[in-house]
């Protein structure tokens, strides 16, 4: 059987390092160059080795499952150790064509002891897009820490990105008074996405391995530290997909899959998945507006250097149109557009994208909320296409694709 050996365990002031061995035929899958390395905000000295383990196993049990090795470790957390049978089996269930088969053999599984006065605390991950910032004004009354990764979706050299990112987190930290915990993690380099992707997802799981395999617990894990340092209690992962949405797809970040994760004294609460994106864009503006305040949103993936949002994307598109809805300025919200911007998205939508169908279902929802004061939208020249705007209608590189 293969397997993946952890060699040592590192905690070296704010810096978690993991030495381990992979097997001949699983190094395609790893780049060794690069091993897993996370740089956290703080000291973490005092954070025991079984619970500093646990964000890299995070990210290698899947590996192990679906080419059923055997990741061999040298101390676990028990709440952990316990929790892994139960997530394996919540992918099983998810993915019923694929076998996660493969085991892990723990030397010594310890039972781990939050110190008594260490007073309990929630957490939620904050990356200023619509999910995350609507699950943290769901949460917010419970005063949770904020946390906020680089190595995600702003990667781990966008040096400009990441100063973007992180400002907007201190800023939403001072105007609600809560405290910001920071991480710095290389947990998407050390491996490599497209050949495992390509290797153990290819005509068995329609997805990407970040989609549909890492997202979830792969940043779970990353939490374990904070949450033996603060005692958190519960942590929330923002929804990515909803009831409504996940309904003929699949995701590796959902209820049934997060849940079944548990570390120290902590819990994992898959948050917002009763909400629809439009929902929570509405959520999100009432809010604040309650509060007599407006706060920015980074929803934008693109190189888009030290700027919240490209503004020229779908997902900018897409966004900015939820949040108008609400009958607010956008550049309130972080986007910095015009009535031009607005009605070239038509446009754009016809000669460039071809939403999928999950953002199919997205538009359909922002047309029919919209449509729920014509008579205002219709007075508005810039966005009252949207009236009309059918997402199920060909895009024109789809129609020359079909024509080919």
């Given at each position: 059987?293969?397997?993946?050996?952890?060699?040592?365990?590192?905690?070296?002031?704010?810096?978690?390092?993991?030495?381990?061995?992979?097997?001949?035929?699983?190094?395609?899958?790893?780049?060794?160059?690069?091993?897993?390395?996370?740089?956290?905000?703080?000291?973490?000295?005092?954070?025991?080795?079984?619970?500093?383990?646990?964000?890299?196993?995070?990210?290698?049990?899947?590996?192990?499952?679906?080419?059923?090795?055997?990741?061999?470790?040298?101390k676990l957390d028990k709440n952990y150790y316990e929790s892994i049978q139960k997530t394996k089996e919540a992918f099983q269930n998810i993915y019923p064509n694929v076998k996660f088969e493969g085991e892990i053999k723990v030397k010594e599984i310890i039972e781990t002891k939050i110190k008594n006065d260490k007073e309990e605390n929630k957490s939620v991950f904050f990356s200023g897009g619509i999910d995350s910032v609507s699950s943290?004004?769901?949460?917010?009354?419970?005063?949770?820490?904020?946390?906020?990764?680089?190595?995600?979706?702003?990667?781990?050299?966008?040096?400009?990105?990441?100063?973007?990112?992180?400002?907007?987190?201190?800023?939403?930290?001072?105007?609600?008074?809560?405290?910001?915990?920071?991480?710095k993690t290389n947990f998407r380099k050390f491996i490599y996405e497209h050949v495992l992707t390509k290797e153990l997802l290819e005509?068995?799981?329609?997805?990407?391995?970040?989609?549909?395999?890492?997202?979830?617990?792969?940043?779970?894990?990353?939490?374990?530290?904070?949450?033996?340092?603060?005692?958190?209690?519960?942590?929330?992962?923002?929804?990515?997909?909803?009831?409504?949405?996940?309904?003929?797809?699949?995701?590796?970040?959902?209820?049934?899959?997060?849940?079944?994760?548990?570390?120290?004294?902590?819990?994992?609460?898959?948050e917002g998945y009763e909400k629809t994106r439009i929902e929570k864009a509405a959520h999100i503006v009432r809010y604040f507006k309650g509060q007599g305040k407006t706060m920015k949103l980074r929803v934008c993936y693109m190189d888009k250097g030290d700027k919240l949002n490209c503004c020229e994307c779908e997902k900018c598109y897409l966004s900015m149109m939820e949040v108008l809805s609400e009958k607010v300025d956008l550049k309130d919200w972080g986007f910095d557009v015009d009535g031009e911007t607005l009605r070239n998205i038509?446009?754009?939508?016809?000669?460039?994208?071809?939403?999928?169908?999950?953002?199919?279902?997205?538009?359909m929802d922002i047309r029919e909320k919209f449509r729920e004061d014509k008579k205002y939208w219709k007075k508005q020249k810039d966005v009252k296409w949207i009236l009309s705007y059918n997402p199920y209608h060909k895009s024109l590189k789809e129609i020359l694709r079909v024509k080919k």
């Open positions: 059987m293969n397997k993946i050996e952890v060699k040592n365990v590192e905690i070296e002031n704010k810096t978690i390092k993991v030495d381990y061995e992979v097997s001949k035929e699983l190094e395609l899958f790893f780049n060794l160059d690069n091993k897993f390395k996370i740089e956290y905000g703080e000291d973490m000295t005092d954070v025991p080795e079984e619970i500093a383990i646990i964000p890299f196993i995070s990210n290698v049990l899947p590996i192990i499952w679906l080419t059923n090795s055997c990741l061999v470790v040298n943290l004004v769901s949460v917010i009354s419970q005063k949770p820490l904020l946390i906020t990764i680089w190595g995600t979706d702003v990667w781990d050299h966008n040096e400009e990105g990441w100063k973007s990112l992180k400002d907007l987190a201190v800023e939403y930290s001072e105007k609600l008074q809560l405290k910001n915990l920071f991480i005509g068995r799981i329609d997805d990407s391995w970040w989609r549909g395999i890492q997202h979830g617990i792969g940043l779970l894990g990353h939490v374990a530290p904070y949450a033996y340092k603060y005692n958190i209690t519960t942590h929330y992962i923002p929804a990515t997909l909803n009831v409504k949405s996940q309904k003929g797809t699949t995701c590796g970040s959902c209820p049934e899959i997060d849940e079944t994760v548990k570390y120290a004294n902590c819990n994992i609460v898959h038509p446009k754009f939508l016809k000669e460039h994208a071809n939403p999928s169908p999950i953002n199919k279902e997205i538009w």
